[in-house]
C-alpha cells in the first residue's frame, strides 16, 4: 500500500529564513504529486502539483518553489520566510490508479515568528 | 474552473443524533468524482466516502452516506449516530475523470462538534 512521509512535523522559524520540508512516497512509482496549504480555519489550497521528475507546476505566485529531484520525493522550499507562511503544509498523491481520491502525509505544522 | 461550496463553516450534533453537511460543486464535466474527506484534531486526512459521478446509486460506508443530486450539484454527507469521534473538520472535493491528472478542488470545510 501507498504511504506518504512528511517531515519535521512542526517547525518554527523566524521571518527571513529559509524553508525546506520534503515529502517521500514509499509504495509506488512515479507519481502525481502535490503540496496543499492549510491556513488556520481556512481549507486547502493547491500549492504545487508535479507529474514527474524535474517537471513542476505552480497554482499560486507566491515566494515558495517546489522541486521534485527524484521520482517519490517532492520538496517544498522558500529562500525567504514570510509571516503569511504560517499554515499546515500537507503532501499527497492519487490512490491507486483510477481516481479514488488522495492518500496523504501526516503534514508539517508551519510557524513563521 | 471546477468550484466547491461548503456553506456551513461550524456544526455541532448530539451524541447518537443525525447530522447533515451540505456541498455543492460547479462543473461543466459529465464525468467525474466527489469525496469527503475527514480531518480530526490530529490533522490527519481520511476518506470518508467516495462517489462515482456516473453512479446513479449513492454511496454508503457504515454510518455515512451521501446524497447525491447531480442536476442540483449536490452532495452532501449524512452521519447518522454520531459519535465523539466523529468531531472533526470534513472536506468536500471534486475531481474530474481527465486521463491521470486525479487532482482534487477542496470546499473550504465544515467543523463538527459532536456533543456528549
Known amino acids: 500500500s501507498q504511504t506518504i512521509h512528511q517531515w519535521p512535523a512542526t517547525l518554527v522559524q523566524p521571518v527571513g529564513s529559509p524553508l525546506s520540508l520534503e515529502c517521500t512516497v514509499e509504495?509506488?512509482?512515479?507519481?502525481?504529486l502535490y503540496w496543499y496549504r492549510q491556513a488556520a480555519g481556512r481549507g486547502l489550497q493547491l500549492l504545487f502539483y508535479s507529474v514527474g521528475i524535474g517537471q513542476i507546476s505552480s497554482e499560486v505566485p507566491q515566494n515558495l518553489s517546489a522541486s521534485r529531484p527524484q521520482d517519490r520525493q517532492f520538496i517544498l522550499s522558500s529562500k525567504k520566510l514570510l509571516l503569511s507562511d504560517s499554515g499546515f503544509y500537507l503532501c499527497a498523491a492519487p490512490t491507486g490508479f483510477s481516481n479514488y481520491g488522495y492518500t496523504f502525509g501526516s503534514g508539517t505544522r508551519l510557524t513563521v515568528v | 474552473a471546477q468550484t466547491v461550496t461548503q456553506s456551513q463553516p461550524e456544526m455541532s450534533v448530539q451524541e447518537a443524533e443525525t447530522v447533515t453537511l451540505s456541498c455543492t460543486y460547479d462543473t461543466s464535466e459529465s464525468n467525474y468524482y466527489l469525496f469527503w474527506y475527514k480531518q480530526p484534531p490530529s490533522r490527519q486526512m481520511i476518506l470518508v466516502i467516495r462517489q462515482e459521478a456516473y453512479k446513479q446509486q449513492n454511496a454508503t460506508e457504515n454510518r455515512f452516506s451521501v446524497n447525491f443530486q447531480k442536476a442540483a450539484k449536490s452532495f452532501s454527507l449524512k452521519i447518522s449516530d454520531s459519535q465523539l469521534g466523529d468531531t472533526a473538520m470534513y472536506f468536500c472535493?471534486?475531481?474530474?475523470?481527465?486521463?491521470?491528472?486525479?487532482?482534487?478542488?477542496f470546499g473550504k470545510g465544515t467543523k463538527l462538534s459532536v456533543i456528549p
Open positions: 509504495g509506488t512509482s512515479n507519481p502525481n
Open positions: 472535493a471534486f475531481s474530474d475523470s481527465g486521463a491521470g491528472s486525479y487532482q482534487l478542488t
